[in-house]
C-alpha cells in the first residue's frame, strides 16, 4: 500500500510528540523519585551539630562524607575550594565524617575539637597539607596532628583535652552511621541537594551544582 508524503509526515510527527511527552514524564517522574529520596534522607544529610560553610540558606547544599586520612579526599579538597569560590554565596558545603583508616577517627576527633576553638577550618586546612606526613601508609605519624595545632592558632592542650569530649564522639559515630545508610561507603562521597554524585573532579562537581542552580 502507497502511503501519500503528507499522511506520512504526520505520522512521524505524531509519533515524535509522543516520543517527547513520554520522555518528559519519564524525566519528570524520575527527577520526583530523587526529590522524594532527598526529602525523605533530608535528617541523615544534615544533622544539627553538622559543621558547614556557607549561607545556610544557599541554593545549594554540597554534602562531603570525608575521611581526613583518605588521599582521595586530599585530592578533591582544593577542587571544592575553587568551587565554593566559583559559585560564592550560592553553595553551602557541610562536612560529615566517614573513618575508614586506622588514624581517621583520632584526626576527626583533633578536627572536632579544633571547633571549640572556632579554627576548624584553618586545622583542615594544615592537616590536609600535611597528610603525607601524619598518614603515610609506610610509617603513620598520628602524633604530628598536635605539632600542626599552633600553626592554626590552636591552643593544644586545649585541643587535646577537647578530644576526650563523649559528644566529639558520639558525632563521628553518628556521621559513619548515616553515611552507611546514605550508602556513602567510598571517601570522599558527595550529595549535592540530596543526589548522590556519581563521579568525582572538577567538571563532574561544578556541573551537578551548576545543574541545580539552573
Known amino acids: 500500500m502507497k502511503v501519500s508524503k503528507p499522511l506520512l509526515a504526520g505520522i512521524v510527527a505524531i509519533l515524535a510528540a509522543t516520543f517527547v511527552v513520554g520522555a518528559n514524564w519519564y524525566r519528570s517522574r524520575e527527577d520526583s523519585t530523587a526529590s522524594n529520596a532527598a526529602g525523605a534522607n533530608a535528617d541523615r544529610l544534615v ?3 553538622s559543621i558547614s560553610l556557607g549561607p545556610d540558606n544557599a541554593p545549594v547544599t554540597l554534602v562531603e562524607f570525608f575521611d581526613p586520612e583518605c588521599e582521595s579526599c ?3 579538597y582544593p577542587i571544592v575550594k575553587q568551587v565554593m569560590s566559583e559559585f560564592d554565596g550560592r553553595v553551602r558545603l557541610v562536612i560529615r565524617y566517614m573513618p575508614l583508616h586506622g588514624n581517621s577517627v583520632y584526626a ?3 578536627l572536632e575539637a579544633a571547633r571549640a576553638q572556632n579554627r576548624y577550618w584553618e586545622y583542615l586546612d594544615i592537616v590536609m597539607l600535611r597528610q603525607p ?6 610509617a603513620p605519624r598520628p602524633d604530628l596532628l598536635l605539632t600542626y595545632a599552633p600553626a592554626a592558632g590552636l591552643d593544644v592542650e586545649q585541643l587535646r583535652i577537647a578530644t576526650t569530649d563523649p559528644d ?5 559515630q553518628q556521621d559513619q ?3 552507611t545508610t546514605l550508602g556513602a561507603n567510598r571517601t570522599p562521597t ?7 554524585l556519581m563521579q568525582l573532579g572538577y567538571q ?3 556541573a551537578a551544582i551548576q545543574a541545580e542552580l539552573e
Not at 133 to 138: F, Q, R, V
Not at 168 to 172: C, G, L, T
Not at 190 to 196: H, I, L, P, S
Request: charged share 25%; hydrophobic share 45%; proline share 6%.
Open 47 to 49: 544533622r544539627p551539630y
Open 74 to 76: 586530599r585530592a578533591m
Open 108 to 110: 576527626a576527633s583533633l
Open 133 to 138: 606526613e601524619w598518614a603515610s601508609h609506610a
Open 168 to 172: 566529639i564522639k558520639s558525632r563521628i
Open 177 to 179: 552511621a548515616d553515611g
Open 190 to 196: 558527595f550529595f549535592v541537594n540530596g543526589r548522590m
Open 204 to 206: 563532574p562537581l561544578r
